[in-house]
């Protein structure tokens, strides 16, 4: 088979190796938040809104807000941003006081794959 021949060939392989190797690659990584990690605040937030690369499925998702000691901030009910459905924000139903905080996240994306992370933030 000459070189002409094979090409198709090789070009078909490509492409699915290509189809492949991006899927592979969706996964729903934290893009961007508020507040943002290792921030310093004067202001209290009044929700930690997280917008990840990928859409995360919002009832297999979550943000557990802690004190500096790991006892639990209270917080609202998850939901996804109106505006787009790749952020999810936590609303805070009592404004927090001054101190270190750790948000920690989990999210199941639409393709099926999970992603965790957790950062920190102070108010002052």
Partial sequence: MTLLKKLPVMLGLLAVTSLVSSQALAHAHLSTSEPAPHSVLSQAPRSITLTFTEQPE????????RHADGS??????????????TT???PLTTPLAKGEYQVNWHVLSVDGHKTKGSY???LR
């Fill in 58 to 65: 919002p009832a297999f998702s979550g943000i557990d807000l």
């Fill in 72 to 85: 639990p901030v209270q917080t609202g009910k998850l939901s996804t941003a109106p505006s787009t459905n």
């Fill in 88 to 90: 999810l924000t936590l």
């Fill in 120 to 122: 920190s933030f102070t």
